[in-house]
């Protein structure tokens, strides 16, 4: 009888998926969940900047330009008496959304490209694979700075510059997995019984592969803001008046003596990043056994 | 003999890198915008007919794209890259006047970054879950998550302006003059012609740009240093060295370091990659005349000459550092070379 019961409750226990297991480290791992913290606030404010913000994000007020941080301007006014902590709040907007932007439709078409280069072989991966090879043979703001040069300044120029240089580091990371995957059995199994090419990619091979990429997005995606802010605040990103915090850091670059200007978009980036890198962080401990005991 | 086939054959490698790498930019910068004369003459020029008729016969205009892109190859490989729409000079010529002043921050960030990221590393491993640790992780996380231009600018509203104890932007101070030129490396050129006025404004003016730019780096070493050396000091040997009665400082120097230190090549690639693209941050705020301002210049001006040339020079840099990376790696670990 207690022996039944044991075998019970065994087979319980052994439908926890590795997914579930990894879910719960990430929920159990306190930098992470700070890090998750940072980004919920960051989604609230960009949701509520309208009730946030005691002003328009572009209003002037000339009577009172570059005032130091009061009561009535918590983070000070900028060089058109705009105030900054609105600028701020609305900001929140802009580089949250963007950043996302970057890394999912990098990963998107780097893992479909990818997938398929690894899949299919022959000249098409080749081929593939040394645009990969030319493309990463950049340090990617170098390149993201020609290509956004090239396209002229705005936001959605400097979202695809960016998309351009990321998509090869998902492509090769997502070959290497489907060149691993696709030699198991339960592969061949499917081919035995006569599915088709593009379902066995999509449905047997490619959810086997995910696990790294999440990582790899997850880790990335800090950065992507930051390269965001750096094209805007080179002038190859937002342009002015619009409030992003690259392109607030800009205008306040040469009156950095009014400290205000620039000290808080920064601290609005530094925040946001870290969140996603604290994030990221916890991602890769849950999915990498290794770095778990460290 | 083995070393020496194993980097002929990565040199080998590289050239059809470096095709690949020009036809890349030609097609982004000669087919994305509409006119093809708006890439080599400035707008004024344009207007007139005889430089129009001249550049149209240098850069072949008038033939087929492919045989356009070989007259670009034929020049490049001659050394013209075109005139830059800014400065009017070779582009070559304004990159070897411009590299210099970026090899002498990337030197001084690296100087820095080993500095204080390998003993960081070491005592964040040798007290791995104390205080220092966590420091040191958290100073780690900062230097990637903290924008370059911004902690730039904070630096110098405290040190130049709030403070007074460093210098502002720029590579030396105005007063004083560069040193007599030798190799474009100013604290090189100072020594060398005994100028310690220029030598000792030179070295404060690298203090603050060399600290934000080898942040990134400096966090990077730390923390494999701090993984790689908890790792060795796990292994058997050192279980043996510590057994045998040594010290434990000589464990960790002599036995545990030199171990541990091996990945550091490996990241080395990583870290140049690091500092190009810091370089191109921190000399904007900086006004530091260097290759990476001339690249954000370049592409702020639509400079399209000198923003191939430079591009292209970065890549080629880039690749070559990747090279020695490898080669180092290959001394180290002769399994590589057989791969």
Same mark, same amino acid.
């Given at each position: 009888?207690?022996?039944?019961?044991?075998?019970?409750?065994?087979?319980?226990?052994?439908?926890?998926?590795?997914?579930?297991?990894?879910?719960?480290?990430?929920?159990?791992?306190?930098?992470?969940?700070?890090?998750?913290?940072?980004?919920?606030?960051?989604?609230?404010?960009?949701?509520?900047?309208?009730?946030?913000?005691?002003?328009?994000?572009?209003?002037?007020?000339?009577?009172?330009?570059?005032?130091?941080?009061?009561?009535?301007?918590?983070?000070?006014?900028?060089?058109?008496?705009? /105030?900054?902590? +609105?600028?701020?709040?609305?900001? *929140?907007?802009? %580089?949250?959304?963007?950043?996302?932007? &970057?890394?999912?439709? $990098?990963?998107?078409?780097?893992?479909?490209?990818?997938?398929?280069?690894?899949?299919?072989?022959?000249?098409?991966?080749?081929?593939?694979?040394?645009?990969?090879?030319?493309?990463?043979?950049?340090?990617?703001?170098?390149?993201?700075?020609?290509?956004?040069?090239?396209?002229?300044?705005?936001?959605?120029?400097?979202?695809?510059?960016?998309?351009?240089?990321?998509?090869?580091?998902?492509?090769?990371?997502?070959?290497?997995?489907?060149?691993?995957?696709?030699?198991?059995?339960?592969?061949?199994?499917?081919?035995?019984?006569?599915?088709?090419?593009?379902?066995?990619?999509?449905?047997?091979?490619?959810?086997?592969?995910?696990?790294?990429?999440?990582?790899?997005?997850?880790? /990335?995606?800090? +950065?992507?803001?930051?390269?965001? *802010?750096?094209? %805007?605040?080179?002038?190859?990103?937002? &342009?002015?008046?619009? $409030?992003?915090?690259?392109?607030?850091?800009?205008?306040?670059?040469?009156?950095?003596?009014?400290?205000?200007?620039?000290?808080?978009?920064?601290?609005?980036?530094?925040?946001?990043?870290?969140?996603?890198?604290?994030?990221?962080?916890?991602?890769?401990?849950?999915?990498?056994?290794?770095?778990?005991?460290? | 003999?083995?070393?020496?086939?194993?980097?002929?054959?990565?040199?080998?490698?590289?050239?059809?890198?470096?095709?690949?790498?020009?036809?890349?930019?030609?097609?982004?910068?000669?087919?994305?915008?509409?006119?093809?004369?708006?890439?080599?003459?400035?707008?004024?020029?344009?207007?007139?007919?005889?430089?129009?008729?001249?550049?149209?016969?240098?850069?072949?205009?008038?033939?087929?794209?492919?045989?356009?892109?070989?007259?670009?190859?034929?020049?490049?490989?001659?050394?013209?890259?075109?005139?830059?729409?800014?400065?009017?000079?070779?582009?070559?010529?304004?990159?070897?006047?411009?590299?210099?002043?970026?090899?002498?921050?990337?030197?001084?960030?690296?100087?820095?970054?080993?500095?204080?990221?390998?003993?960081?590393?070491?005592?964040?491993?040798?007290?791995?879950?104390?205080?220092?640790?966590?420091?040191?992780?958290?100073?780690?996380?900062?230097?990637?998550?903290?924008?370059?231009?911004?902690?730039?600018?904070?630096?110098?509203?405290?040190?130049?302006?709030?403070?007074?104890?460093?210098?502002?932007?720029?590579?030396?101070?105005?007063?004083?003059?560069?040193?007599?030129?030798?190799?474009?490396?100013?604290?090189?050129?100072?020594?060398?012609?005994?100028?310690?006025?220029?030598?000792?404004?030179?070295?404060?003016?690298?203090?603050?740009?060399?600290?934000?730019?080898?942040?990134?780096?400096?966090?990077?070493?730390?923390?494999?240093?701090?993984?790689?050396?908890?790792?060795?000091?796990?292994?058997?040997?050192?279980?043996?060295?510590?057994?045998?009665?040594?010290?434990?400082?000589?464990?960790?120097?002599?036995?545990?370091?030199?171990?541990?230190?091996?990945?550091?090549?490996?990241?080395?690639?990583?870290?140049?990659?690091?500092?190009?693209?810091?370089?191109?941050?921190?000399?904007?705020?900086?006004?530091?005349?260097?290759?990476?301002?001339?690249?954000?210049?370049?592409?702020?001006?639509?400079?399209?000459?000198?923003?191939?040339?430079?591009?292209?020079?970065?890549?080629?840099?880039?690749?070559?550092?990747?090279?020695?990376?490898?080669?180092?790696?290959?001394?180290?670990?002769?399994?590589?070379?057989?791969?």
């Amino acid at each position: 009888m207690a022996q039944s019961d044991n075998i019970a409750s065994l087979k319980i226990q052994k439908s926890d998926a590795p997914w579930k297991r990894r879910v719960k480290s990430l929920l159990r791992n306190p930098m992470a969940m700070f890090g998750v913290g940072i980004i919920i606030f960051w989604i609230l404010v960009a949701f509520l900047a309208p009730v946030i913000a005691p002003k328009g994000p572009l209003e002037q007020n000339i009577g009172d330009r570059m005032q130091p941080p009061s009561s009535q301007y918590w983070f000070g006014t900028d060089e058109l008496g705009r /105030d900054v902590f +609105s600028r701020v709040v609305y900001g *929140a907007r802009i %580089s949250l959304p963007i950043g996302l932007i &970057v890394i999912v439709f $990098a990963m998107i078409f780097g893992c479909f490209i990818g997938a398929t280069a690894g899949y299919f072989g022959g000249v098409y991966d080749l081929l593939i694979m040394r645009l990969a090879d030319i493309t990463m043979s950049f340090p990617s703001i170098v390149l993201a700075l020609a290509i956004a040069a090239v396209l002229g300044p705005s936001l959605t120029n400097a979202l695809i510059a960016m998309i351009l240089v990321w998509w090869p580091e998902y492509a090769r990371l997502m070959r290497g997995q489907v060149l691993s995957v696709r030699n198991n059995e339960y592969v061949a199994a499917a081919v035995l019984l006569g599915a088709s090419q593009s379902r066995i990619l999509f449905r047997h091979i490619l959810p086997n592969t995910f696990g790294p990429i999440l990582v790899k997005a997850s880790l /990335d995606a800090g +950065s992507a803001i930051l390269n965001i *802010a750096a094209l %805007s605040f080179i002038g190859l990103g937002a &342009v002015p008046p619009t $409030a992003e915090w690259g392109a607030m850091i800009s205008t306040g670059r040469y009156k950095f003596y009014n400290w205000w200007m620039t000290t808080f978009p920064g601290l609005a980036i530094l925040s946001v990043v870290l969140g996603f890198n604290f994030f990221g962080d916890g991602v890769r401990d849950a999915f990498d056994p290794r770095t778990n005991k460290s | 003999m083995n070393l020496i086939s194993y980097i002929v054959r990565r040199l080998l490698l590289m050239i059809p890198m470096i095709i690949g790498i020009t036809i890349a930019l030609f097609v982004v910068t000669r087919i994305v915008p509409v006119n093809p004369l708006a890439v080599i003459l400035t707008e004024k020029s344009m207007d007139n007919p005889a430089s129009v008729k001249a550049a149209t016969e240098k850069w072949g205009l008038d033939k087929s794209l492919p045989e356009q892109y070989f007259i670009y190859l034929k020049n490049l490989v001659q050394g013209d890259m075109g005139i830059s729409f800014k400065t009017k000079n070779p582009v070559t010529k304004d990159i070897i006047t411009f590299l210099p002043a970026t090899i002498e921050l990337g030197i001084a960030s690296f100087i820095f970054a080993i500095l204080l990221g390998l003993p960081l590393g070491i005592f964040a491993a040798l007290r791995a879950g104390k205080f220092i640790d966590h420091f040191s992780r958290v100073f780690a996380l900062l230097g990637a998550s903290m924008p370059p231009f911004w902690s730039g600018l904070l630096m110098l509203f405290l040190f130049y302006y709030k403070l007074g104890v460093l210098p502002g932007p720029g590579r030396v101070d105005a007063r004083i003059g560069p040193p007599t030129h030798a190799t474009g490396l100013f604290l090189f050129d100072s020594l060398l012609a005994g100028d310690m006025p220029a030598f000792w404004s030179s070295l404060s003016h690298l203090i603050l740009p060399a600290i934000i730019l080898g942040w990134f780096t400096l966090a990077l070493m730390a923390r494999i240093t701090r993984s790689s050396l908890i790792e060795v000091l796990q292994q058997d040997y050192i279980r043996t060295a510590r057994a045998k009665g040594l010290r434990e400082s000589a464990v960790v120097v002599k036995h545990a370091l030199q171990n541990a230190l091996i990945p550091m090549v490996t990241i080395m690639g990583l870290a140049f990659a690091g500092l190009m693209t810091g370089a191109i941050m921190t000399e904007t705020i900086f006004a530091w005349p260097g290759i990476g301002r001339y690249a954000v210049e370049a592409s702020v001006n639509l400079d399209y000459p000198a923003l191939m040339g430079t591009t292209l020079v970065i890549a080629i840099l880039y690749m070559f550092m990747n090279l020695i990376v490898d080669v180092l790696y290959a001394v180290i670990d002769p399994r590589i070379r057989e791969a």
